[in-house]
């Protein structure tokens, strides 16, 4: 016997759901149980006619005149200050811009150039692997002996905050097993010694609450794709104290950095400002996406969505823990909820061929080499009944092997 949540009745609890509304909201296929929001967000309803309205009205019309009169040149920030209401993030700390990893290069370079003198990154080997190679690379580039030094436990970082580390570079929630850091005590800890703190939010922002402020991050960065729903490849974001701005400290010297890039003057002279972490023009088509997308959450209050999501993992668990045994299933996300994000997650034997056998009964999740399968928990469109549903499936497979058929073996390209 595991459990220690009490019972959950997924009837009852969808009955008196205080977020139940937002679901119509969404595009969902019928007779799909979507458990990969973590991955790629849903498509929220007005989206499509507000990017056709883009193309149509202000490319298809207005053309470039549009930069003007639909603001498009402001999107970055726009979208930004909607994002940073999700994050703890006062005005004029965010932008939206680049991708995840490529808004890591910027960070990670300005937090090392203000830390100087000290040579050691900290981050966790089990990190989402861009954010290492990122990491590798802005060590090359930079040429000055940066090395990355890895833990391979949560609980071995707080003996690495050391007098030679410059930066501690974290994922809030792990992208595999779902472990949820505790921000506001290791930003502390990494500061005690003098360390400055970036924090993936990848999994986190539209998740859960966040306070970067209330936790004294440094800097953080997330993407646009997960649970803000802003469509693939969405624009990613990246938030800095407002006590680091100013200075120059990121290496992107693009245009839109540039304290005023329509005086076309020839030397770099940087914002002084958030302005000052763009590189280039936006990709206005994915950006309108993004603040439709962004338009959803104004009302939305963060305490019951994270409420939810807890109920949902725990929900899941509930009903995966009267057959994980039985069928080899391990639970790697923390029972904890304080300790977890929005996810649930397993290791397993056959772990790829299960979760096609899944997808071919309509409940999408996500598979993670080598052995995990992953299901993500979205507070805005998922319902308690559907997460049940889900795992009666699950156990279906299992008893059927329905798994054990040749097309199931086959990898994508994208797992
Ligand atoms: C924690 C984390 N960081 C970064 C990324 C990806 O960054 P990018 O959008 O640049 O591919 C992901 C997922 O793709 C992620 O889970
Ligand atoms: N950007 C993607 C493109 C294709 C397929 C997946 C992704 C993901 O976002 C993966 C995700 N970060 C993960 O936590 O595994």
Redesign the pocket.
Known sequence: MHSTITKIDAEQADFTDPLRSYRDRFDLPDGVLYLDGNSLGALPKTVRQRVAKTISEEWGEQLIRSWNTADWVHLPQRVGRKIANLIGAGDGSVVTAD????NLFKVLSAALDLNPGRSKIISERDN?P??LYIAQGVAKQIGKGHRLVLSDAPSDIPDMLDEDAAVLML?HVN?RNGYRHDMAALTKMAHDKGILVIW?L??TAGAMPVDLTGAGADFAIG?GYKYLNGGPGAP?FLYVNPRHMGGFRQPLSGWFGHRAPFDFDPSYAPSSNIEQYLCGTPPVLAMVAMDEAMSLWDDVDMTAVRAKSVTLCDLFIQEVDSFADEFGLKLVTPRDADRRGSQVSYSCDNGYAIMQALIARGVVGDFRAPDIIRFGMTPLYLKFAEVKQAAAILRDILETRAWDAPEFQVRGAVT
Not at 99 to 102: A, G, P, Q, R
Request: aromatic share 14%; net charge negative; glycine share 0%.
């Open positions: 991708s995840t990893s490529i989402f861009t954010d994922t992208y993936d990848c999994h993407c990613a």
